[in-house]
């Protein structure tokens, strides 16, 4: 079984569905650690609760954001994680994790990309009046919602409802797809040609 880390500052409702997941074994995965940049984040309750080891760490103690990186690295690797899994990490991720974790970082983001990028996505496609969101998971490279797609799924807005219930539909489907485009970047075929992450058939 594979070792990952997941990286969280909110409430961490997607790490939780991974708890769920791995537990319920449709995710053959080993949660290792989960690292947060939040002392008080829910995700940290939550996965103490679980019985997963955390890591605090605070960035105002860094000088730089590669001093910042190196030291959770040196945790990740005590660990032995092999995929990093982005679940609602509000920071840049820079190039020292991204250069010792290349194409093994893994972000969620709630829009159908490269459509509304940036944090405020769900309210933004609602505002725009989109038919169709949706959900993209992706890899993780130096800029902000961009690397190459692993899994999309798109969600219909209906004219009928509001911008809450819109979250809730596309929260619903994160906590669903999120586990399973994990389990294909673990399957070891995961291949990044250009733009694009394809999945080799041996
Ligand atoms: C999710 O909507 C995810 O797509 C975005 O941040 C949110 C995190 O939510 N990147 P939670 O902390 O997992 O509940």
């Known amino acids: 079984m594979k070792n990952i880390a997941v990286f969280a500052s909110g409430s961490g409702t997607n790490l939780q569905a991974i708890i769920d997941n791995i537990a319920a074994g449709t995710l053959k995965a080993n949660l290792a650690l989960v690292v947060s940049d939040k002392r008080k984040a829910f995700a940290l309750e939550r996965a103490r609760k679980a019985g997963i080891k955390t890591l605090f760490a605070d960035p105002k103690k860094f000088e730089t954001k590669e001093d910042y990186e190196k030291y959770i690295i040196g945790y990740l690797k ?11 990490f509000m920071r840049i991720v820079g190039p020292a994790l991204i250069k010792k974790y290349k194409n093994r970082i893994l972000n969620i983001h709630p829009a159908l990309l490269p459509a509304f990028k940036g944090g405020c996505a769900i309210k933004d496609a609602f505002q725009y009046g989109v038919k169709v969101t949706g959900v993209t998971v992706h890899v993780v490279d130096e800029k902000v919602d961009h690397g190459p797609i692993i899994l999309q799924e798109p969600v219909s807005v209906l004219d009928s409802e509001s911008v809450k219930e819109l979250e809730e539909r596309i929260h619903r489907v994160e906590h669903k797809i999120y586990s399973q485009a994990i389990q294909k970047a673990l399957s070891g075929r995961l291949v990044i040609k250009g733009r694009k992450a394809i999945f080799s058939s041996k």
């Open 78 to 88: 005590d660990e032995n994680v092999e995929l990093i899994v982005l679940a609602g």
